[in-house]
């Protein structure tokens, strides 16, 4: 299924984003890149990661990581652990992210 929508990043408290564990890293710099710009506004971003296989989730999520490690940028982010599970089949984790300094 696919939604598409606009929204304004200023009409949300707290930017969320879903991400498809099994996707390939390729997905993963272009939700790196995402997450940055948004930070840069917000100062805060929370994932959920999800996928039929309970190991790539936190598989994804270190490389997603350690793809943020080498942002040009240096910033020094937190990363918070959320819920994790399992509904219907698909295994999830979500994580938070905030910039030390507040934002980007």
Known sequence: MRIEYNFGLDRVDLPVF???????????????TLVLNVLSSRGEVSLVFHSPNPDEPPRKIALFQQIMRQSPKKPDFEYEDGEAGSLGGVHFRWLNIRSSGGRV
């Open 18 to 32: 879903s991400v498809e564990a099994t996707e390939g890293a390729n997905k993963l710099f272009t939700l790196a």
